[in-house]
């Protein structure tokens, strides 16, 4: 689930005196985090695609398990940690200025995510995946059913917790946004709604599912939080971070083995985990000869990431088997998870630079 891109920085604004206010300081850290939460994603869904081949038990293909298991449960910080940038971006690095700022980027979001709903949909049909019509499934995804795109969940997550931090960030402004706390109140109000027209009309309406949990919410107040400490801030405890991550790791593999698969988001061993993750990459000093290369892969992040679903869904129909011996296993999910890695980033980069992503995202 790959977080979309941050708005730009604003050109440097002048006081007053006509003096020019500092333009900030570019967050190499976050653009490292956001590429390795990328990478997390797919590592998640190559795992989740794995223990998935041999429904979910052990039983059914060890090798095959637990290199699914593995590098699904590896992969389990990065949405946390994209709700914090989120929260990061909206509350402190670009706070939009006024509601055209944040129209034009709920349209970078929108667009992106309209085009590759319909092409998950034809991409179905032309398999012969979908479980229902096209023509249903696109209007349930409207209204936020993710079928067969399932990773587009976190967009339907994302734009109502920036839309609620960003109506905050306008009204401490000394804005008026009551187009947008009108938007708000319908997603407050839309679930039960509709829950409401389906008992009276006696139809069967698509699920509501435009809104955000709690701990969305609290991984993005919390992770902005972080992400505004100054450098340095958790250094003198540094090398206990990575230790607090590896310990979180270990706690959710051996949750979703013997309790639950798939872990939830929410639970205290995923947020260990990813607070460990964050704070170890805290301020990170990036070198100079590598931040052109990190911020171009950054910003193709969220169009690899709309895209990696369809390319992993190839390579895991071709090659993953249930009987895999472990050692055979291990290597196919590293290298599954490389493979999709680089194609779909490299397409990405090959439609930015041909100008498409606005629309590809």
């Known amino acids: 689930m790959s977080t979309p891109p941050p708005a730009p920085v604003p050109a440097p604004a002048t006081t007053a005196a006509g003096t020019p206010r500092p333009v900030r300081e570019h967050r190499y850290d976050i653009d490292l985090l956001r590429l390795l939460c990328s990478v997390g994603v797919i590592v998640c869904h190559t795992g989740s695609a ?10 059914n293909g060890s090798g095959t398990y637990w290199a699914g298991l593995a590098a699904d449960s590896a992969g389990r910080f990065a949405v946390p940690l994209f709700f914090a940038i989120a929260g990061w971006v909206v509350l402190v690095g670009a706070p939009p200025r006024d509601g055209a700022t944040l129209r034009r980027r709920v349209v970078r979001i929108v667009v992106p995510l309209a085009v590759w709903t319909a092409l998950y949909l034809a991409w179905g049909r032309l398999r012969g995946t979908n479980e229902d019509p096209v023509r ?10 993710v079928r067969p795109a399932y990773h587009l969940w976190y967009l339907y997550a994302y734009l109502p917790v920036v839309l609620l931090l960003a109506f905050v960030v306008l ?30 009309t006696g139809r069967e309406l698509p699920r509501f599912g435009w809104g955000f949990g709690p701990y969305q919410l609290i991984y993005a107040v919390l992770g902005a939080l972080v992400l505004a400490a100054p450098a340095g801030t958790f250094g003198r405890g540094r090398f206990a971070w990575p230790l607090l991550a590896a310990a979180g790791l270990a706690g959710v593999i051996a949750y979703q083995h013997e309790v639950h698969y798939a872990i939830p988001y ?3 061993l995923v947020a260990l985990f990813s607070c460990g993750v964050l704070v170890t990459l805290h301020g990170v000093r990036v070198p100079e000869r590598m931040r052109p290369a990190l911020t171009r892969l950054a910003d193709a992040s969220f169009g690899a990431y709309l895209v990696h679903v369809l390319v992993l869904g190839l390579l895991t129909d071709a090659f993953v088997r249930a009987d895999l011996a472990g050692p055979v296993a291990a290597a196919l999910a590293v290298g599954v998870a490389l493979a999709t890695t680089a194609l779909s980033f490299g397409a990405a980069l090959l439609w930015g630079r041909a100008g498409a992503s606005r629309v590809l995202g």
């Open 266 to 268: 929410a639970h205290v």
């Open 50 to 59: 794995f223990v998935n081949t041999v429904g979910r038990t052990a039983d």
């Open 171 to 200: 009204v401490r402004a000394g804005k008026r946004p009551w187009g947008l706390g009108l938007v708000l109140l319908v997603l407050a109000a839309g679930p039960s709604l509709f829950g409401d027209l389906a008992e009276a």
């Open 136 to 145: 249903q499934l696109g209007l349930d995804a409207v209204f936020a059913s």
